[in-house]
């Protein structure tokens, strides 16, 4: 096996100087430098945050029925009753006997559901 030894010289010293730091807090590249990895502008990541924030408010509004699946290949429709920063809790339309009537769940557990959910309206818009 083949060992080879990097050396350091004043070009790659500055480099990491330029780049390594600002990389780190996901800083903007500077110009004329080609950085390792993604990434990651602040502008982007604010733009993506608000676009989130905007798709919560319409998706979880109270009296918005949300399909959630039960079993497999089987949904039931879930009424949203109550909305807080980080918990939702949903209002079982028809429970069955021994089914509680409210479910509280984190909105970073309904991330799926709500991408199959609005998966599903893009597709039908697109016909």
Same mark, same amino acid.
């Given at each position: 096996m083949k060992i080879k030894?990097?050396?350091e010289n004043a070009?790659?010293?500055? !480099?990491?100087?330029?780049?390594?730091a600002?990389?780190?807090v996901g800083a903007p590249v500077?110009?004329?430098q080609v950085p390792k990895g993604p990434v990651r502008s602040t502008n982007i990541r604010t733009k993506v945050d608000q676009i989130n924030k905007?798709?919560?408010r319409q998706i979880f509004k109270k009296g918005t029925k949300i399909p959630l699946p039960v079993n497999p290949n089987q949904e039931k429709d879930f009424e949203i009753d109550n909305v807080d920063?980080?918990?939702?809790?949903?209002k079982n339309l028809k429970p069955k006997p021994g089914e509680p009537? !409210?479910?509280?769940?984190?909105?970073s557990d309904l991330n799926p559901v709500i991408n199959n959910f609005l998966r599903r309206g893009r597709a039908q818009t697109n016909r």
């Open positions: 030894e990097v050396v070009y790659l010293q500055n !480099l990491v100087k330029k780049i390594g600002q990389q780190r500077p110009p004329n905007q798709v919560d920063n980080t918990n939702v809790t949903l009537e !409210l479910t509280t769940m984190k909105k």
